[in-house]
């Protein structure tokens, strides 16, 4: 290897055939910086440079993959931003997959060895497919896929999903719609920029919320509109302005109040709080990070390449969790390993991750949960796969941090963990969520989770989920007799998917299926309901339906007509929202009077 050269990323695989073949990408250190392939015929043991000019590749510190065609070595594919191409074995590139073609960033690629013009590219936002050698691309739309950071719920009716991707900004999705086919991909909506991470929806309103970017970016938005207001905490807002700059994690730190919606809470290396939704910010805290100097210097190099995007920054805080059974009760966790919490609004804050055993110094809070039913309840998940390190830690304090217990270890789940919630209503009822799978828990404050293997237990978002059937059996163990009762409650779906099959859930158990929502139909309260509303104005809606039993045979049925007054409108689903219990648009109060 020549002097002033360094390694970076990957080397390429060797030519079937060819063991010796090896192509590598490197970087030189001169008066500035460049890529620079070099190629191998002897199996490594020497390098050759092929090419020292610009443009070959970009932010090894990101991406910097190569990948020979298996058939000729001569061909490579430079992945980046873009992907480019070599066909004279990287003496010279051009470009093969441009920002306007397919989504950039590509991470991924495979290239078939029976067939080289057949390659399937990874990339950001999702996947392409060609079978020209990338002279043109196709991206499969009947493929779901995205990489989403959060996911959130709103309470309108029916309710929204939201989430952010990576560099696909923030989405909003219906959980269902009325007519055939089901939810298509036109009925999501996007809301916000680059790397999407949290999205808050207001709990009064939906129509409003706040969306994340990377590197701690965040606004207010208007979703009937599309307006948004830039809101992100200056450093003004820091007790001693003079202090420093702020440093937002890639992934910061958000939570809206659970006692008032006008409050939402911010995270730097400071708690940052805005009663006034965004308009104006104090801090709250000091430093909560270790605040070392060695871990703060991207701005002077940000590794091989100088990059700093904000995805360097570190000592930051990355989950901020507020009690919403006592206000005051805060709660924040740093991507160093500090474990904070106040119980007076930020007044005072004590540092308890002294008192948690087991975790290695400085790990990774992923995720700190304050408990639904108690204000000195919280649980508490440490990522430390950055460092080689697959354990699960998961911890639970009943007590406001002064003792923990561990509650998930490496016998208990596969892959480390990522995130826990508990169930509204069940105390000991816990779902966590690892790399390799979702668990749930009966006794989650006390025992180990339930569901290896086959026992793992997806939730549902359907008229029933098997959360509830959980609930109702707090003390059993047969995960699969759980997840079959659950089943024969939910109801088949049918009608055509957006590719244009027909769409069936198969029958769980010997019951007969549940009764199946059609056009016009819907569920009140486990009863299928079928609406017959005239056009014409005055005219009453009368609501049809079946009562099933437990199992979700048919055991009855019931009509209910109700009068619409003069000048009501004419959608009779609409107008019904309005008679039955069933949550307002914008989660005002509900009406009383099910059909019975």
């Known amino acids: 290897m020549e002097s002033g050269a360094r390694h970076a990323r990957l080397i390429a695989p060797p030519r079937p055939g060819r063991p010796g073949f090896r192509?590598?990408?490197?970087?030189?250190?001169?008066?500035?910086?460049?890529?620079?392939?070099?190629?191998?015929?002897?199996?490594?043991?020497?390098?050759?440079?092929?090419?020292?000019?610009?443009?070959?590749?970009?932010?090894?510190?990101?991406?910097?993959?190569?990948?020979?065609?298996?058939?000729?070595?001569?061909?490579?594919?430079?992945?980046?931003?873009?992907?480019?191409?070599?066909?004279?074995?990287?003496?010279?590139?051009?470009?093969?997959?441009?920002?306007?073609?397919?989504?950039?960033?590509?991470?991924?690629?495979?290239?078939?060895?029976?067939?080289?013009?057949?390659?399937?590219?990874?990339?950001?936002?999702?996947?392409?497919?060609?079978?020209?050698?990338?002279?043109?691309?196709?991206?499969?739309?009947?493929?779901?896929?995205?990489?989403?950071?959060?996911?959130?719920?709103?309470?309108?009716?029916?309710?929204?999903?939201?989430?952010?991707?990576?560099?696909?900004?923030?989405?909003?999705?219906?959980?269902?719609?009325?007519?055939g086919g089901g939810v298509r991909n036109v009925d999501w909506e996007t809301g916000g920029f680059g790397d999407g991470f949290d999205v808050v929806p207001d709990p009064d309103n939906p129509r409003y919320g706040y969306a994340m970017w990377q590197g701690g970016n965040l606004m207010r938005y208007d979703a009937e509109t599309g307006g948004f207001e830039y809101i992100r905490p200056q450093p003004d807002s820091v007790l001693n302005p003079t202090e420093k700059q702020l440093r937002f994690n890639w992934n910061a730190a958000v939570a809206q109040s659970p006692h008032d919606p006008n409050t939402v809470y911010y995270g730097s290396q400071h708690v940052h709080k805005s009663t006034n939704e965004g308009n104006a910010w104090t801090a709250i805290s000091p430093?909560?990070?270790?605040?070392?100097?060695?871990?703060?210097?991207?701005?002077?190099?940000?590794?091989?390449?100088?990059?700093?995007?904000?995805?360097?920054?570190?000592?930051?805080?990355?989950?901020?969790?507020?009690?919403?059974?006592?206000?005051?009760?805060?709660?924040?966790?740093?991507?160093?390993?500090?474990?904070?919490?106040?119980?007076?609004?930020?007044?005072?804050?004590?540092?308890?991750v002294d008192n948690i055993e087991g975790v290695p110094e400085h790990t990774w809070i992923h995720q700190v949960k304050a408990s639904k039913v108690d204000a000195a309840e919280a649980f508490v998940v440490f990522d430390n796969h950055r460092r080689a390190d697959w354990t699960p830690y998961v911890y639970h304090t009943t007590d406001y941090g002064q003792s923990w217990t561990r509650i998930v270890g490496p016998d208990d789940v596969d892959g480390y963990a990522l995130s826990i919630v508990q169930d509204p209503v069940a105390r000991d009822l816990l779902f966590l969520g690892t790399q390799l799978g979702l668990y749930y828990s009966l006794d989650g404050r006390h025992g180990p989770p339930q569901g290896p293997g086959d026992d793992r237990l997806a939730r549902r978002a359907h008229a029933r989920d098997p959360s509830q059937e959980l609930r109702r059996h707090p003390r059993r163990s047969d995960a699969r007799e759980c997840a079959s009762r659950?089943?024969?409650?939910?109801?088949?779906?049918?009608?055509?998917?957006?590719?244009?099959n027909r769409a069936h859930r198969p029958r769980t158990g010997r019951a007969a299926p549940a009764p199946r929502a059609r056009q016009g139909q819907r569920l009140f309260r486990g009863r299928l309901a079928r609406i017959q509303a005239g056009r014409r104005e005055g005219r009453p809606v009368v609501l049809r339906g079946l009562r099933p039993d437990p199992d979700g045979r048919a055991t009855g049925s019931f009509r209910k007509e109700h009068a619409r007054p003069v000048g009501a409108q004419p959608d009779g689903l609409r107008f019904l929202r309005s008679r039955f219990p069933v949550p307002a648009l914008h989660g005002g109060p509900s009406p009383t009077g099910p059909p019975s």
Do not use: C
């Open 486 to 500: 659950a089943g024969r409650l939910l109801p088949r779906h049918g009608g055509r998917g957006a590719d244009g």
């Open 23 to 179: 192509l590598a990408i490197g970087k030189r250190f001169e008066r500035r910086t460049v890529d620079v392939p070099r190629r191998s015929d002897d199996g490594g043991q020497t390098w050759r440079a092929v090419n020292a000019s610009e443009g070959i590749g970009g932010r090894p510190f990101y991406y910097a993959d190569l990948r020979v065609d298996p058939q000729n070595p001569d061909r490579v594919y430079s992945l980046h931003s873009t992907i480019t191409v070599s066909i004279d074995g990287g003496a010279s590139f051009e470009t093969l997959a441009s920002y306007g073609r397919i989504h950039p960033e590509h991470h991924a690629m495979w290239i078939d060895p029976a067939d080289p013009r057949f390659i399937i590219d990874g990339n950001d936002g999702g996947l392409a497919v060609s079978h020209d050698h990338g002279e043109t691309w196709r991206v499969p739309e009947n493929l779901p896929l995205a990489q989403y950071y959060h996911i959130n719920v709103d309470n309108a009716f029916p309710y929204h999903v939201y989430g952010g991707m990576q560099d696909n900004g923030s989405w909003r999705g219906p959980n269902r719609v009325y007519r």
């Open 287 to 352: 430093d909560l990070t270790t605040d070392r100097d060695a871990w703060q210097n991207q701005l002077n190099s940000g590794g091989l390449t100088y990059d700093v995007t904000e995805a360097e920054n570190f000592t930051t805080i990355f989950d901020i969790a507020p009690s919403p059974v006592q206000e005051g009760v805060i709660w924040a966790g740093t991507d160093d390993g500090q474990l904070h919490v106040t119980r007076h609004g930020g007044q005072t804050w004590t540092n308890v």
